[in-house]
Nanobody, 122 residues
């Protein structure tokens, strides 16, 4: 099993920034495709972004493209989500996800973190 622990969520005003971190346990972190999902109250879980094993390929949901940036540090077993120009509609619980594949699936990745709350006020 692989364990993922998110951190960095909090309350921020619209236009502000947050940086989320996801620390992963397990062997050979670089073997995993990773990404982020989010779930707002009363809504289904939504794909946000994914990053390839090497970190050279990324794919963003249109709703966050140009505002969010995913990166990974395989030496530290950590993936990051830099969130800029935040909007109230970004409010959600953000979940880190991991899958032992070249590309993280946009639904049902194998492993999930516990989630971290991001709240953006008007």
């Amino acid at each position: 099993q692989v364990q993922l622990v998110e951190s960095g969520g909090g309350l921020v005003q619209a236009g502000g920034s947050l940086r989320l971190s996801c620390a992963a346990s397990g062997r050979t972190f670089s073997s995993y495709a990773m990404g982020w999902f989010r779930q707002a109250p009363g809504k289904e879980r939504e794909f946000v972004v994914r990053i390839s094993r090497s970190g050279t390929s990324t794919y963003y949901a249109e709703s966050v493209k140009g505002r969010f940036t995913i990166s990974r540090d395989n030496a530290k077993n950590t993936v990051y989500l830099q969130m800029d120009s935040l909007k109230p509609e970004d409010t959600a619980v953000y979940y880190c996800a991991l899958d032992p594949s070249v590309v993280l699936p946009t639904s049902n990745p194998r492993y999930w973190g516990q989630g971290t709350q991001v709240t953006v006020s008007s």
